[in-house]
Every structure is written in structure tokens, then in C-alpha cells.
């Protein structure tokens, strides 16, 4: 597990440090400015000719230092001082007075000639306010030279916390952060235009980043270990049941890749509940799978009892359309469910409409026992709590946060998924790439989550573990078959490889 920090927590874990543990800020800036000049001598020719653009706040400082390091090492730098701060931080003046005696080159006006390279060291990881007059025109101008292009912990001009554009903003080819990544850098479109990231430790300590613990999490591979065990005594019936209830007529493959997704990822047993038309192909597709279908909508009324009482875990929604019947489905699962449930695709736009026409539906929601995962994109998210999709994405946290509890985890689907019960901290998924943007990959995630929920993990784990090692399996088969040419039917597949 690694944090990743927003505006605010970077600059409490910053002062804690500085104020607290009496580390000088000094210090802190020269151990920045070494992390980025290790970034220069691995991919930098030494002789290349370099800008750097700099404000008078603490980034500037960094920009600085790493101008002289640069300057030691053989660079030809010049320096660029946007001066529209009235005031030089301490640290700022230090570096700027070196600079000075080592006659360094700081240029009037911004230069017209190109540069192998252009550093951006303006604002950094502060910045809350929309960029504008002296510093909108220079960050367009540096926007447009045909360079190299580094930012300095965060490009100039992305919100640290949420990824916004504030107004305008550095188009970095590479962002060098400290400490911890941030969550501009990784939520869109702050991620579109930050480049490849690096993190650079640079000596905050772990008691000051325990003491704040930023309230966003991610994964990495080390946390694969929170998935179920499996011991040599056992059996089927100690890896859980899972029903799916998935695929209507004609959408028998939501089903078969849900299903298929369940067995890949542990379960026991799975039982698919779907119509009498898609016997033929789940029997082909997944003879592994128990069937129970239904020939007409009274049938599957009777016969669904039953099935929720076998299981250990329910997912319902992939290919059951929108309809009164498939709502109706959805209210017997609800009342009757005594297991954790998934709820995907046609199963929340089905629940969107319920919750806002049926009071009874609402009551059975919010008071299901077990706990329920709802798997959203953002439009079915719009339908759920009844915002704009631009409203949403401009905050996917807090939008998580809004319909979110213990017994409710939200799983916001976007290219950075987020996954919250309520509580801080919430999970932030870097697995995944745009290969996976086919139809049917969450039908695959639905699966993978009922299997961790079968093997016995909790509600908030098998999502966040799920959507991880969803990631992981498109990205191992973007990584085989292009991004072109990802089909969801393949991410079960490679999931074998993650979980090997």
C-alpha cells in the first residue's frame, strides 16, 4: 500500500517535517534538487542546453538549486524568473543568491531561441487559484517550445488534490515529485498532461507522513498478499458460492465472462441465473458453471428463492437489461439477500429508477444486512445520485464519498477508478490502461469481485483487490496484444498470470 497525498497533506507533511521534527526546509530543497538532477544525468546529455522558469516561491527554490547542480555538471542553463510574487521565500533567496556568485545567466525576458529542454519550477504541488495574466503567458509560451519538458513535483497549473486544469496548465513530457505521489498527478486530466511520473524520496520522514496519513491509498504488488488463502485441506465448498444473476436474451456473454471471471478468481462453485435461450451457450462457454434458467418471468420469479438461498454471494446487473421484470429481480434479491451482493450495469440503472419511485426498495437498500459493492460508471453514477457527469469527474473522491458507507462501498469506474466505504482513506486504482475501454470488462470486474467476496475477503478489500487485479490483467494483455486489440474475454485469462 503507498499513500497518495493531495495539496493540503503534502503541505502539512512538509511543515510537520520542517516545524516539527526540525528538519530545515533547506535541506528538504537540496535533496529535491539532487533527485532531479539523478533524473538529468540518466536521460539528459550533459552539453544540452537548458531553461528553467521559476517563481519566488519554494518551487522556484527547487528550480534553482537544480540550475546550479546542472551548471556543476556541464549543462548550459539559463534561468528564467517570472518575478510576478511579491515576496522571495527564505530558502528562494539562498539558492538565487548562489546562483549570483556563480555569475549564472537569468535572462530579462522570456527568450525566443529553443532549448533542449524546459523546466517548469513556477508553482508546484500550492497552487489553488486560476492561473492567469504574467503567468498564463508564460506557461503557453513554454507550452509551445519543441523541448524536452520536466515539471518540478507537479506541473503548473494542475489542482495537487483533484487533477483540474486551473485555467491553463505546464504539458510536462515528465513530472519529478517528492516524497509521495500526488492525487493531480494521477486523476484526469491532471494525469494527461503530467507525463511519465517518478517519485523521488527526499527525506520526509515516516512519522510525519504517518501523522497526517493522507486519506487516499493505492496498491502495489506487495498487496497481493491480501488475496484469499488457499490451504491444501480443503474443497470446493471452502471457496464460497456465487450466484450471478446475468444475461438476458441475446447478452448471454455478460454472463459467461462474469461467470468465467468468478472461477478465475477463486470461487468454489458458480451458479449462473439466466434465461432458457442462453443454456445452449453458457454450456458451451462455461460447462463448469451450475445453470438454473427460466422460460418466462413468473418462473424465474419462483425459482429465484432458492437460488439466493444457496449462495454466499450474489451479483446481479451484467446483460439484465432495464425492464420492470429485471427490476423485479433486483427487489427479490434485496429482500431476500442474506449475502454479500455486487450490483453492475443494468442492475444500478434498474436500482437508480427504484430508489427514486419505491420506498420500500430504498428501505431494503440501505438496510441490507450484509453489505452491498455497487460497481458504477460515470453514467450509471450520475443516475445514482442524480448529479452532472462533468460534476462527477471534476471531484471522483468526493463523488465516491457522497453514496458511500461500511455497508455500501462505492466502486467509481473511470481510468483511475476510485473505491470507498465513507471513510478516509479512499483507494485510488494505478492499474489498467485504455485497452480495457471494451465492452464487457466490467462484466470481468463484477466476476472478480464475487470471487474475492466467495473466498472470504471483506466487502472493502475484494473491491479495492479486484479493481486492482483487474488492472493488472488488462495491463498484461495490453501488454502481449497492443491496446488496439484487448478484448474483455481476455482479461480472465491474464488474470491466471496475477494470480499465479
Given at each position: 500500500m503507498r499513500y497518495v497525498a493531495s495539496r493540503e497533506e503534502m503541505q502539512q507533511i512538509d511543515a510537520y517535517s520542517i516545524n516539527t521534527m526540525g528538519i530545515p526546509g533547506i535541506v528538504l530543497m537540496e535533496k529535491a534538487a539532487l533527485a532531479l538532477e539523478e533524473v538529468f544525468l540518466e536521460r539528459v546529455p550533459t552539453k544540452s542546453r537548458v531553461l528553467i522558469v521559476t517563481e519566488k516561491g519554494n518551487n522556484g527554490g527547487d528550480g534553482l538549486a537544480l540550475g546550479r547542480l546542472l551548471l556543476e555538471d556541464g549543462y548550459n542553463v539559463d534561468f528564467y524568473e517570472i518575478g510576478a510574487i511579491p515576496h522571495d521565500s527564505d530558502s528562494h533567496q539562498i539558492q538565487k543568491k548562489v546562483l549570483e556568485q556563480m555569475e549564472a545567466q537569468f535572462l530579462m525576458e522570456f527568450p525566443e531561441e529553443e532549448y533542449d529542454v524546459i523546466v517548469d519550477a513556477v508553482f508546484g504541488v500550492g497552487l489553488k487559484r486560476e492561473v492567469a495574466g504574467q503567468h498564463r503567458e508564460v506557461i503557453e509560451r513554454m507550452n509551445q517550445k519543441k523541448a524536452l519538458k520536466v515539471a518540478v513535483d507537479v506541473p503548473s497549473g494542475v489542482d495537487a488534490s483533484t487533477g483540474q486544469i486551473l485555467g491553463i496548465a505546464f504539458c510536462a513530457d515528465l513530472t519529478v515529485t517528492f516524497g509521495l505521489l500526488k492525487a493531480g498527478l494521477l486523476l484526469y486530466p491532471g494525469a494527461d498532461i503530467s507525463g511519465e511520473v517518478i517519485v523521488k524520496e527526499i527525506g520526509f520522514p515516516n512519522k510525519a507522513v504517518e501523522k497526517i496519513a493522507p486519506k487516499m491509498i493505492s496498491f502495489v504488488k506487495e498487496d497481493l498478499a491480501l488475496l484469499p488463502e488457499r490451504?491444501?485441506?480443503?474443497?470446493?465448498?471452502?471457496?464460497?458460492?456465487?450466484?450471478?444473476?446475468?444475461?438476458?436474451?441475446?447478452?448471454?456473454?455478460?454472463?459467461?465472462?462474469?461467470?468465467?471471471?468468478?472461477?478465475?478468481?477463486?470461487?468454489?462453485?458458480?451458479?449462473?441465473?439466466?434465461?432458457?435461450?442462453?443454456?445452449?451457450?453458457?454450456?458451451?462457454?462455461?460447462?463448469?458453471?451450475?445453470?438454473?434458467?427460466?422460460?418466462?418471468e413468473e418462473k424465474a420469479g419462483e425459482i429465484l428463492p432458492e437460488a439466493i438461498s444457496w449462495t454466499s454471494v450474489i451479483g446481479i446487473g451484467p446483460g439484465i437489461g432495464q425492464s420492470i421484470f429485471a427490476r423485479r429481480l433486483l427487489k427479490q434479491v434485496l429482500a431476500l439477500g442474506k449475502v454479500p451482493l455486487v450490483i453492475d450495469a443494468d442492475g444500478l440503472n434498474n436500482l437508480a429508477v427504484l430508489l427514486k419511485n419505491d420506498r420500500e426498495i430504498k428501505q431494503l437498500f440501505y438496510e441490507y444486512k450484509s453489505g452491498i459493492i455497487l460497481t458504477p460508471h460515470l453514467k450509471e453514477m450520475s443516475r445514482l445520485i442524480e448529479e452532472e457527469i462533468t460534476e462527477i469527474q471534476s471531484n471522483l473522491p468526493k463523488a465516491a464519498m457522497k453514496m458511500a458507507d461500511q455497508d455500501h462501498i462505492i466502486v467509481l469506474k473511470d481510468a483511475r477508478t476510485i473505491v470507498s466505504d465513507g471513510n478516509a482513506p479512499s483507494y485510488i486504482n494505478m492499474s489498467g490502461n485504455n485497452g480495457m475501454a471494451t465492452g464487457g470488462s466490467g462484466d470481468v470486474l463484477t466476476g472478480i469481485i464475487c470471487g474475492f467476496l466467495a473466498g472470504g475477503l471483506s466487502l472493502l478489500t475484494a473491491a479495492r483487490l479486484g479493481v486492482y487485479c483487474h488492472g493488472l490483467a488488462g495491463d498484461a494483455a495490453s501488454k502481449e496484444k497492443g491496446y488496439y486489440s484487448v478484448l474483455a474475454g481476455d482479461l480472465p485469462n491474464y488474470l491466471e498470470k496475477v494470480l499465479k
Open positions: 490451504k491444501a485441506w480443503t474443497n470446493k465448498g471452502n471457496y464460497g458460492k456465487v450466484l450471478l444473476i446475468a444475461g438476458a436474451k441475446n447478452m448471454a456473454g455478460a454472463a459467461v465472462l462474469s461467470g468465467m471471471a468468478a472461477y478465475k478468481s477463486g470461487s468454489g462453485l458458480v451458479r449462473i441465473f439466466s434465461c432458457e435461450e442462453n443454456r445452449v451457450i453458457l454450456q458451451e462457454k462455461l460447462p463448469e458453471a451450475i445453470l438454473t434458467t427460466y422460460d418466462s
